[in-house]
């Protein structure tokens, strides 16, 4: 079985699609190394848990309108290895910033600029791995598997040097990642004329075309239910870790998450070609609500933090299914010329309002209620998301 593993993986590596995968690890890497330490470093500085779950609900608030604008800006001009070059190295830059801050008010502005900077990252890789792929869209997800490496490693590594040297070393693993990713992304091909001006869009076809794919009813509703879905999930990226230390977690074990997440989510990964071809969009978010509202539960009813690490192996089903859902179903209504720009709208309601809605609704439950009920009350909003989207599959049918 391992000898087909490593086969089949060796013979899906393609030269113009190693770029991207070695970006994903990357991108995986910084968000793996500081993500989850955000809640834990604000909470540090004395910052009261409602103000906490603001200033972790921004970020997503903020990439609701920048992913749009800066994937909107590449289709338009055709600069898409240019944006996502500046946008990375003011990334970095932020990183630094942020750590800069000691106090609620002073990390407003560092937080939202790295938001604004890093958001269209990741989907402007989707858009370029996307076309790169062709008629082999549908292994998409093997692509990321790298990504999924990165978490393994930088969640253990990480947790160990915070644990050991303080919290900053979250943010130096952080800026290390991507700082490497500027360097993969020069040599990133994007496969768009973005170095003919002659080749740009003309700006009507552009919002005419923006247009159609924002009113088709059926992308609203699938992203209705992303955004319930992605609310009641993205509150375990958010306030777990400050949930297990409630229950006794020392940090260096913390990073034992990140990596049963990884084996939970590599063997999901490569055979998601099957998933995605046998399920569809649909039957692949119809899983990952099932399996998020299992997981939201179990941290509700936990009362060793162990069994939250176990759980994660259902991780690569819960989240990544909902996420490469969305990227194949945004990927099919859009317009050709706005590829990148459909993938923006999706991650702006993905990893944006939704995390938003998690985050900040989060806050306020988990400074009220505990982790307990904030998990409960979240795994019953997926539940509501699971319900909600079966009755519409039913209608649809009838």
């Known amino acids: 079985m391992i000898r087909s593993f490593i086969s089949r993986m060796s013979a899906s590596v393609d030269r113009k699609l190693l770029a991207p995968k070695l970006f994903y690890f990357a991108i995986a890497g910084t968000i793996s190394s500081l993500g989850p330490f955000f809640g834990l470093y604000y909470q540090q500085l004395g910052i009261p848990s409602p103000q906490i779950g603001i200033l972790t609900g921004l970020p997503s608030l903020i990439t609701l309108f920048s992913a749009p604008l800066w994937t909107g800006a590449a289709d338009y001009t055709h600069r898409h290895r240019r944006i996502l070059l500046f946008t990375l190295v003011c990334s970095l830059i932020s990183v630094w910033l942020v750590m800069q801050g000691n106090s609620f008010v002073a990390l407003i502005p560092s937080v939202s600029l790295y938001a604004f900077f890093l958001a269209p990252a990741q989907p402007l890789t989707d858009n370029a791995v996307l076309r790169l792929l062709g008629e082999r869209k549908h292994e998409f997800g093997k692509q990321r598997i790298l990504g999924s490496f990165a978490a393994g490693i930088a969640g253990p590594l990480v947790s160990t040097l915070v644990d050991r040297t303080g919290i900053r070393a979250a943010f130096y693993c952080a800026m290390a990642f991507l700082g490497s990713g500027v360097g993969i992304a020069s040599r990133m091909e994007m496969d768009q004329p973005d170095e003919n001006p002659a080749m740009h869009a003309e700006t009507i076809s552009y919002w005419k075309g923006l247009k159609v794919l924002l009113v088709d009813p059926r992308l609203a509703f699938f992203l209705l239910i992303v955004l319930l879905g992605m609310t009641a999930r993205s509150t375990s990226f958010i306030y777990l870790y400050m949930h297990m230390t409630a229950l006794g977690a020392p940090k260096s074990i913390l990073g034992l998450t990140m990596t049963v997440l990884m084996i939970g989510e590599l063997p999901f990964l490569f055979y998601s070609d099957k998933l995605l071809k046998h399920w569809g969009p649909r039957g692949l978010m119809i899983a990952s609500l099932v399996s998020s509202a299992v997981m939201l539960f179990t941290f509700a ?94 209608n649809s049918r009838n």
Not at 366 to 394: H, I, T
């Open 301 to 394: 009813w936990m009362r060793s933090p162990w069994l939250g690490i176990a759980i994660h192996l259902i991780h690569g089903l819960s989240y990544s299914g909902m996420w490469m859902a969305g990227v194949a179903f945004a990927n099919h209504l859009a317009p050709p010329e706005l590829g990148a720009t459909a993938q923006g709208v999706f991650n702006a309601v993905f990893n944006g309002l939704g995390f938003f809605g998690g985050s900040f609704f989060g806050g306020l439950l988990y400074d009220r209620y505990g982790g307990a009920n904030l998990f409960f009350w979240s795994g019953a909003l997926a539940v509501f998301a699971l319900v909600l989207f079966l009755l519409n599959q039913m």
